[in-house]
């Protein structure tokens, strides 16, 4: 269930799980996305990143998918261990911009 | 240092108050960004600086918001007369941006409490 008071969508797995945050962007001439980690108390810190012309990028235990068609980025992390908790957010860059724009971030919470 | 430096972590000020927000961007980064984090919000942009350009002003919330950039290097946010909804996380990025598109690093913020 979510937190209460930080309205974020929130996931819950077991360590050893696998996990799938999901993220829907808006403009479809983004052309390079990002997906960052923030954990409480720390500015968000880069994971992995796929730019339009691919559809998956695989970095140690992460793997982005994105889906052009529907607008739609995944992060997927392997044998999820509870430093993995924190908050994920994707972002995205359109052609000629420099500036990210974030979503919203999704909550990842791992019990041991 | 090795990394995005801001100062400081935390500040409390009383409402209508001035405040000066800093960042030290990592050495040799020509591109900085500063962004705002409301308690469980995604992030806020707020203003771009880019090597010697103008700097994209266009996130500033209202004109109590400004920020320059001296020598290329440090950076300072610059909040009149605060209001409480100006409390939040300020986010302070730097990126080499020696391509079109190249990850942000980002500081630990500086969490803003008006009261």
């Known amino acids: 269930g979510e937190s209460v008071g930080l309205h974020l969508p929130t996931l819950s797995v077991q360590e050893g799980d696998n996990s799938i945050i999901n993220c829907a962007y808006s403009n479809s001439a983004s052309d390079y996305f990002i997906w960052y980690k923030q954990e409480s108390g720390k500015g968000p810190q880069f994971i992995i990143d796929i730019r339009s012309n691919m559809d998956k990028r695989q970095g140690q235990r992460v793997t982005v998918l994105l889906n052009k068609t529907v607008k739609h980025l995944s992060l997927q992390i392997a044998a999820t261990q509870p430093g993995d908790s924190a908050v994920y957010f994707c972002?995205?860059?359109?052609?000629?911009?420099?500036?990210?724009?974030f979503g919203r971030g999704t909550s990842l919470i791992v019990h041991p | 240092g090795a990394g995005v430096s801001q100062s400081p972590s935390n500040k409390v000020t009383e409402k209508g108050k001035d405040v000066e927000l800093r960042c030290d961007p990592i050495s040799g980064h020509t591109a900085l960004y500063w962004y705002r984090q409301s308690l469980g919000q995604g992030l806020e942009f707020l203003i771009y600086?880019?090597?010697?350009?103008?700097?994209?002003k266009s996130g500033l919330p209202s004109d109590r918001f400004s920020a320059e950039r001296t020598g290329g290097s440090v950076s300072t946010l610059t909040i009149q007369r605060t209001q409480q909804e100006d409390s939040a996380v300020y986010l302070c990025a730097s990126s080499p941006q020696t391509g079109l598109n190249t990850e942000a690093f980002f500081g630990q913020g500086t969490r803003l409490t008006v009261v």
């Open positions: 600086f880019q090597g010697n350009s103008a700097p994209d």
């Open positions: 972002a995205e860059n359109t052609g000629g911009s420099y500036i990210p724009t």
